[in-house]
């Protein structure tokens, strides 16, 4: 089965996306997602320039052999931009093995280890009392797990305190102002009133979103224990692996790392080390499927779950696998979910259903998703760029 085309379709109902289309001499297409926020256009480049014409006439069959060729036989490698159209590649070769084996994504993988996968939504809100009850109204709707963000007091935006999406710059980037000591004041505070007003059955979890150092990482960490978190995520920047030790020598709360990874080496000494409890990775971003599984694998060994990145900047194709996976993998731990903007089922037909706090996928074959590309069409690129931090004194910091 040899693939003939790979159309590379870049569309905006509500949010941009990447996504492609690989089809085969045989008629079987498959649907990949290629979404990298704030830095679509890459991807979409570098998918239509240089590796559609790498494609042709490839055996559609041979996805290790693709994944390799592509990471490695291209000499540079890795990275957000090459990655994460590596990983459209890769979903877009499992959907067509799915559909020619006509069996869904998970079954390929192993078949089912759960008939359901555990998420977790999100509560933000611009003051405590706000944040409890967007957390009450998810678990009014069956969520048992919440991650709970709040506006941090004397600054200006704050990572996942608005209520929907995060402010998108549509000509250039919102800059938000942040400074650790009133954040690090602030967060235990929240869940202290959490743990009052919704009690200590539902599972709570909080992402620092990479900002602090790592001694600031442990102070948190352990201010958090008495209210028992699900994990604590992204506490450090990606860079900062070793430094996990820190955390780890002052506190026993779960940590959960990886969104901003963007391949297996880049996760192993987290992983040997048991320097963490979840890996995060987005399947989007490390090379999809493929990856994923060995990352899983790896993890596996060393009595880590998984958590895979969920956020809303990918699309249902991307959920779609993460939920494959989910109810395949031995180790699954939980699986972030994000509600998209009404338009994308217009575009991207499929995808996970949630039901009373878990998701599952149909048993169509492979992915489960459709592309329509002319509702696509109906949707066109519109330039957004997440926000950037700056610090009182106006220094950069991470967002
Ligand atoms: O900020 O995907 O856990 N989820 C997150 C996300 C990230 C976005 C960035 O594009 O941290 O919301
Ligand atoms: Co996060």
């Known amino acids: 089965m040899k693939i003939t085309e790979m159309r590379t379709i870049v569309t905006c109902p509500g949010r941009n996306y990447v996504l492609i289309k690989i089809v085969t001499d045989s008629g079987i297409h498959g649907v990949g997602d290629g979404t990298l926020n704030g830095r679509e256009l890459a991807v979409a480049a570098l998918l239509e320039k240089h590796l559609a014409p790498l494609l042709i006439g490839r055996d559609a069959d041979r996805i ?83 991650r709970c963000q709040t506006q941090i007091p004397g600054t200006h935006g704050t990572y996942g305190a608005g209520r929907g999406d995060a402010p998108r710059g549509e000509q250039l980037p919102f800059v938000e102002t942040w400074e650790p000591t009133p ?34 990482a442990a102070r948190l960490a352990r201010e958090l224990e008495p209210y028992h978190l699900f994990f604590l995520e992204d506490p450090l920047r990606p860079e900062h692996k070793e430094s996990f030790r820190v955390i780890r020598e002052h506190s026993t709360i779960p940590l959960a790392m990886g969104e901003l990874f963007t391949n297996k080496w880049e996760c192993l000494p987290l992983i040997t080390e048991q320097l ?109 760029y997440l926000p950037t931090t700056r610090r009182a004194d106006g220094s950069v910091h991470d967002w």
């Open 183 to 216: 954040y690090l004041q602030t967060i235990p505070k929240l869940f202290d009133f959490l743990r009052r007003e919704l009690g200590d059955q539902v599972e709570l979890l909080h992402d620092v979103h990479e900002r602090l150092n790592p001694i600031q």
């Open 64 to 146: 290790e052999d693709t994944w390799q060729d592509l990471f490695r036989g291209t000499y540079w490698r890795g990275g957000p931009v090459l990655n994460t159209a590596l990983a459209a590649v890769d979903m877009a070769l499992w959907d067509i093995k799915g559909k020619r084996a006509q069996l869904p994504l998970y079954s390929l993988l192993g078949g089912k280890t759960r008939d359901s996968a555990l998420c977790y939504g999100h509560a933000s809100g611009d003051s405590f009392e706000d944040t409890a009850q967007h957390a009450r109204e998810l678990i009014d709707r069956g969520y048992r797990v919440v």
């Open 276 to 384: 963490i409890d979840f890996i995060r990775c987005d399947l989007a971003h490390v090379g999809g499927i493929t990856e994923a599984k060995k990352i899983a694998t790896l993890c596996e060994a060393f009595h880590i779950q998984t958590a895979w990145h969920g956020p809303p900047d990918v699309s249902p194709i991307t959920h779609a696998a993460n939920v494959h996976l989910d109810l395949a993998l031995p180790n699954f731990g939980i699986q972030e979910w994000s509600q998209l903007p009404d338009p994308v089922a217009d575009v991207i037909l499929g995808g996970p259903t949630y039901s009373d706090g878990c998701l599952t996928v149909s048993d169509e074959p492979g992915l489960g998703c459709e592309i329509d590309e002319a509702a696509a069409g109906a949707y066109p690129y519109q330039r957004a």
